[in-house]
Nanobody
Framework: QVQVVESGGGLVQAGGSLRLSCTAS????????MGWFRQAPGKEREGVSC????????VYADSVKGRFTISRDNAKKSLYLQMNSLKPEDTAMYYC??????????????????????WGQGTQVTVYS
């Protein structure tokens, strides 16, 4: 049974940083493209970033480019999202997602919810000004 679990959310002042983590079990982690999504109250879930199987390629939403960094450690079956220069508009529930991928390449559809078939329960990030 596949399980995806996020952690690391919290309350942070604008301009601060947080590092989210995601662990996945029940799958061969390095066969999977991984993604981070977020959903603010009353809004649709949106893609933040995705990373290829080896970590060699990444895609970012324009809203987080230059501030967020996605990475993974396949030996630990873990995915990370380093978030710097946080803004109040980054406040949302953050979700980790996984999809089996036959190629080692992060592509634009990796920011779409339909691309993934495994999801975590989310971790809340709140940024106050």
């Amino acid at each position: 049974q596949v399980q995806v679990v996020e952690s690391g959310g919290g309350l942070v002042q604008a301009g601060g940083s947080l590092r989210l983590s995601c662990t996945a079990s029940g799958l061969t982690f390095d066969d999977y493209t991984m993604g981070w999504f977020r959903q603010a109250p009353g809004k649709e879930r949106e893609g933040v970033s995705c990373i290829s199987r080896s970590g060699s390629s990444t895609v970012y939403a324009d809203s987080v480019k230059g501030r967020f960094t996605i990475s993974r450690d396949n030996a630990k079956k873990s995915l990370y999202l380093q978030m710097n220069s946080l803004k109040p508009e980054d406040t949302a529930m953050y979700y980790c997602a996984a999809v089996f991928s036959p190629i080692d390449l992060a592509v634009a559809p990796g920011l779409e919810t339909w691309f993934y078939n495994y999801w975590g329960q989310g971790t809340q990030v709140t940024v106050y000004s």
